[in-house]
């Protein structure tokens, strides 16, 4: 897998093609939108979708914990997508399997649960340098990195074919991470000539813009 490093606001943060960013100066691996358990929430309303999907995403992150070592996981909203269940305990195992981890859940819009495991802190929003982490985009006077949207971009080749893929965004004064969770889609967005936009493909980091 190929990631790509790049600067926002003087700080390097490297683009990794599990969908998630890590922060080396802080040490700090940050993703965004889960969406645990959205699978159990079909199946609950008769849609039989398989919870496997969920414990592929554990697996994914479970790697990149064990390859970046990161002291600090950053989730940026929408971990978990309804009311407990199965796969909620899924992710409660993984949190104690990685105790000497600092786990921070910036709380987003499906973030519903009305108690979380003492070993996950649990913010509206979490500044740190030049940053302002939120689930959802916020107007502030630090650089605003969030989640919510699912960004995807498609790009068009000669013989009007097309692909849409998930993309990191960076903007002037904010950016967008693509959803962690592989249930989750993608809303395709339009952005400006001066944004910096990276799309996730073949399991690599490709700057577009």
Request: aromatic share 10%; charged share 20%; glycine share 6%.
């Amino acid at each position: 897998m190929n990631s790509l490093t790049i600067q926002v606001e003087q700080e390097e943060l490297t683009l990794l093609p599990e969908k998630a960013i890590f922060w080396e100066k802080q040490n700090s691996l940050i993703l965004s939108d889960l969406h645990l358990g959205k699978a159990g929430h079909f199946r609950k309303h008769g849609i039989p979708v398989s919870r496997k999907v969920h414990l592929d995403d554990l697996q994914i992150l479970n790697q990149l914990v064990l390859k970046q070592k990161p002291k600090h996981v950053i989730l940026l909203g929408d971990l978990f997508h309804s009311f407990h269940n199965n796969e909620w305990r899924d992710f409660i195992a993984f949190l104690n399997h990685y105790d000497s981890i600092n786990f921070t859940l910036v709380e987003g819009n499906h973030d519903i649960l009305e108690e979380y495991p003492a070993s996950l802190k649990v913010e509206q929003e979490l500044e740190m340098g030049p940053f302002s982490f939120t689930h959802i985009k916020k107007e502030t006077n630090m650089y605003n990195i969030s989640g919510h949207i699912h960004p995807g971009v498609t790009i068009r080749g000669r013989a009007k074919q097309s692909v849409t893929m998930p993309c990191f965004c960076f903007a002037d004064g904010y950016g967008y991470l693509p959803a962690f969770g592989q249930f989750t889609g993608i809303k395709k967005i339009r952005p400006k000539k001066t944004d910096r936009v990276y799309g996730i493909a073949d399991q690599s980091i490709i700057e577009l813009t």
